[in-house]
């Protein structure tokens, strides 16, 4: 990890694990989806471990006890999309955080959630934070989503900046492989659920504790 100041004009961050904080979101989908064949959700280490893989795109098999694995993950993302809706609040201090970023830089959001972008605008507006950013890219607003680098350029389009010149924010393995795709500088932040080793096996440019620390990393 790099101890540099970062110099970008444009900031594109992830949402969930990075500006909200969805743990309670996470236990919600495994309880609906779980119950839906007529299973218990198990151990929360498990519970977590599912959006873990969900992330990578890596197999279920060996969490979800014989249900099929096609139908588990789709009772799963339905129920998170839903589940988002009510379980997700924004991490302590973040919009003032967003609005102190917003004075100097341009801010964005891409979300691997695969809902319309005004179901985003709308949550961020309940949580007074969809002012800040002045585009959101969701999972379905590209053909491909995180680790491709089609939302972050995207963004960067619309933004009116080249990839370079943004830095990309998020919580998870695939934010930072997505940022070093799009040829964007990259921050790593621990509010999620990937441990700072895996992080830090992705060499991102910083790896910080919150998204709340990043004002004090930029020049």
């Known amino acids: ?125 309940e949580l007074h934070l969809a002012g800040y950013f002045l585009t959101v890219v969701t999972g379905i607003d590209t053909a491909n989503p995180k680790p491709s680098p089609e939302a972050l350029i995207q963004c960067s389009k619309t933004l009116n900046v080249q990839p370079h010149e943004c830095v990309a924010v998020g919580d998870s393995v695939i934010d930072v492989r997505a940022g070093k795709n799009a040829g964007a500088k990259t921050v790593a932040v621990l509010s999620g659920i990937f441990s700072f080793k895996e992080l830090e096996r992705e060499n991102p440019d910083l790896i910080l504790e919150s998204v709340t620390k990043l004002p004090d990393f930029l020049k």
């Open 1 to 125: 990890m790099k101890n540099n100041k970062i110099e970008a004009k444009a900031i594109i961050f992830d949402l969930d694990g990075t500006i909200v904080d969805s743990k309670e979101a996470y236990v919600e989908a495994a309880r609906v989806a779980f119950s839906a064949f007529a299973k218990v959700a198990v151990d929360l280490r498990t519970v977590m471990e599912i959006p873990r893989r969900f992330e990578q795109d890596l197999p279920l098999i060996d969490l979800i006890g014989g249900i099929n694995e096609k139908d588990f993950r789709s009772k799963y993302l339905k129920a998170y999309c839903e589940a988002t809706r009510t379980k997700t609040k924004p991490f302590p201090e973040i919009e003032i955080t967003l609005q102190t970023l917003s004075k100097k830089r341009k801010l964005a959001l891409a979300t691997r959630r695969r809902v319309p972008k005004t179901e985003i605008l709308n949550q961020l507006k």
